[in-house]
């Protein structure tokens, strides 16, 4: 019989290779289901591997979709390495969006550039402050914060339809619900022609190198992860857990919201009830096949991306529904934590 | 007063959905495992559900069909989290997002379609009681089938020797080991037992509740089943009488809607989430109270010979 044997060291090697042998059993099974859909396989492939990253102009839309995932997996990478269930960001992603709307829809046509900065900011704080309701929570009163974070995702959208269908409706929309469309100033700026990439990227990228620096060079980033690894360690060591719940909270709450807000006065451009598009959860996903590290974080929001744009493609081209996203990054997570069986077990063969 | 008594109609039958689910993760709770699954796989078996209504005609089968398809997907997370050793929550989490996924995917070709003309249910005689009789007696079977269940559990879990063998490994399954207990295989049958009832939820939701099927349709309710299990501190007469109480709550923002009050209304839609935070607030508030009551080995993972 297959018997799992515990490794005396965590290997390192499946380390890096699970999430690889992750994705390539995600594969397989997406060339079992194009072939079972009737679909060329080859085809299908094409479409999530291939046409995202065969020209400049591909390539850019591809890192325009991994910019928030990167942002908000990047916070949740500090979150999960401290213990701390953090799965509402898709809440505290629209909080974010909608404070920055909010900002950028006093801006008019004489307004100067310093609203973009304060546009950020309203929406890292709107992020921060629903994400504080989960720490305040947790830390007063003790409530898990896995079912609070994620009841107030539920109640950030129904705010946010409450000013789109009310209060922030575009008079001149036809009743359509949504704000109107942001002033041009109050648009994040572009960083080329011809292509939609703007400031998030760069801001993202810094965001990778200051999460590194956090977790590993810093001495506050050191506890948050010893508080995860080994509770009582840290209270040995006189670390704070309530402390630590909080930085873990509100990083990952305002890394939310500032994605929130980069997309709302980005690609979108105004507040639709079409903000919330499940980059919370997907980020999950991203953060832990990036392996809670910023840099391969980098490389799973690419192919997080790649699986959003191929779903895109996959309903224009294949005629399959865009859903199709959903169930490869489902599978993937899937794939990843059963892979991951290995970095702590060995395999072996036991009569 | 009519619109009293179809209130607590409402009530009980959205309450009836939470019950279902909860009862089922109290049984994966009482055997030491979290699902955080459980929206997802609501999600699966409501499609499966509808699906199998439609084609089949039989509601039945489509209680059947949920309740099959939770219980596979419970097995696919109880193999994982028993014999892999994955983490609970993430797993649960993979469970929840592949879920919605899949559902949104595979459930395309059924959004328009309808299922047959529903039966009205009314017990003779009883049903005709003026306020009573529309109140209690005139509802789907599965409502009257949830509490036998909710009695069932109870006898089950404290009156039987499997129900106490069911709870030593959710409290010490190092003990229930030493005594020769398959930990694992117990724990693997709780979670696939909850996951059926999930999966019978989730079926109610589609083929009687709200007779259709839509992306996410789910909306949050196996989540607020999960809270039920910490509100009710593990005793599933309290999961029954809190998820009455929470479908309450749903209900009563239609009601108030309906008898005009001037809220918008997204701030009512928010109430059963709201009132989740609250519940768990409350309930939370003292830690030696829930400890006392917690299974003790929840989420633990527990891998013999270690």
């Given amino acids: ?351 | 007063m009519e619109s009293i008594a179809l209130l607590i109609a409402a009530s009980l039958n959205a309450g009836t959905v939470l019950a279902i689910a909860s009862l089922g993760l109290l049984i994966n709770e009482k055997a030491g495992i979290v699902n955080l699954g459980a929206e997802g796989l609501m999600l699966c078996a409501a499609l499966a559900g509808f699906a199998v209504t439609v084609h089949t005609g039989s509601t039945v089968a489509g209680f059947a069909a949920g309740m099959v398809a939770g219980a596979l997907l419970a097995a696919v997370f109880g193999v994982l989290v028993i014999w892999l050793n994955t983490n609970q929550y993430a797993t649960g989490l993979a469970l929840s997002l592949f879920g919605a996924g899949f559902s949104a995917f595979a459930g395309t070709r059924y959004v328009q379609e309808k299922l047959p003309e529903q039966v009205q249910h009314a017990i003779p005689l009883l049903s005709d009681i003026p306020l009573v009789g529309p109140a209690l007696f005139r509802h789907h079977p599965m409502v009257y089938l949830c509490v036998l269940l909710t009695l069932a559990l109870i006898w089950f879990l404290w009156r039987t020797r499997a129900g106490l063998v069911l709870r030593s490994v959710g409290e010490s399954p190092e003990s229930a080991h030493a005594l020769g207990y398959p930990v694992r295989r117990i724990r693997l049958l709780a979670v696939v037992a909850g996951g059926a009832l999930c999966g019978l939820a989730g079926a109610y939701v589609s083929t009687v509740y709200t007779p259709l099927w839509v992306e996410n349709m789910i909306a949050g309710k196996g989540w607020i089943a999960l809270a039920l299990t910490t509100f009710a501190t593990w005793r599933p007469a309290r999961v029954l009488l809190g998820a009455y109480l929470f479908g309450g709550v749903t209900m009563l923002q239609f009601h108030l809607q309906g008898i005009g009050v001037d809220v918008p209304s997204q701030f009512l839609s928010m109430m059963p989430y709201l009132a989740t935070v609250v519940v768990l607030v409350l309930m939370s508030r003292n830690p030696t109270w829930i400890r006392v009551n917690m299974p003790a080995s929840i989420g633990k993972p527990f891998y013999p010979g270690s």
């Fill in chain 1, 1 to 351: 019989m297959l018997r799992l044997e515990v490794r005396p060291q965590p290997s390192v090697r499946w380390g890096y290779a699970s999430p690889l042998l992750a994705l390539a059993i995600t594969v397989v099974i997406g060339v079992i289901l194009f072939a079972v859909l009737g679909k060329d396989p080859v085809r299908g492939l094409q479409v999530f591997f291939w046409e995202p990253v065969k020209s400049g102009y591909a390539w850019s839309e591809l890192m325009v979709k991994a910019t928030p995932l990167l942002i908000i997996a990047l916070g949740l990478a500090v979150c999960f390495r401290s213990n701390v269930w953090n799965i509402g960001a898709e809440g505290q992603y629209v909080l974010g969006a909608v404070c920055a709307a909010g900002v950028a829809l006093t801006a008019g046509k004489d307004t100067g550039v310093w609203i973009i900065p304060a546009i950020l900011l309203a929406g890292v704080l709107g992020g921060m402050f629903w994400a504080g309701i989960t720490a305040l929570l947790r830390d007063r009163f003790n409530a898990n914060e896995i079912l609070v974070s994620l009841m107030l995702v539920y109640v950030g959208i129904q705010v946010l339809n409450y000013l789109v269908y009310g209060p922030w409706k575009d008079p001149m929309g036809f009743n359509f619900p949504q704000t109107k469309t942001f002033e041009s100033v109050a648009q994040m700026p572009r960083l080329m022609q011809g292509s939609r990439l703007n400031i998030g990227l760069p801001l993202a990228l810094l965001g990778v190198v200051a999460a590194w620096i956090f977790l590993f060079r810093t001495y506050s980033g050191f506890a948050q992860q010893v508080g995860g690894l080994a509770p009582a360690a840290a209270r040995y060591a006189g670390f704070s857990s309530r402390k630590a719940l909080w930085i873990a909270l509100l990083t990952s709450g305002g890394a939310a919201g500032l994605a929130g807000a980069l997309e709302v006065a980005g690609p979108i451009g105004q507040l639709t009830p079409f903000v919330p598009a499940g980059y919370g959860f997907a980020a999950i996903i991203v953060a832990y096949v990036g392996r809670l590290h910023p840099v391969g974080i980098v490389f799973s929001a690419i192919l997080m991306s790649m699986f959003y744009i191929g779903g895109e493609l996959a309903q224009s081209r294949l005629g399959l529904p865009k859903s199709i996203t959903g169930v490869f990054q489902g599978l993937l997570l899937f794939a990843l934590l059963a892979c991951d069986t290995l970095i702590a077990y060995r395999v072996v063969w036991k009569k």
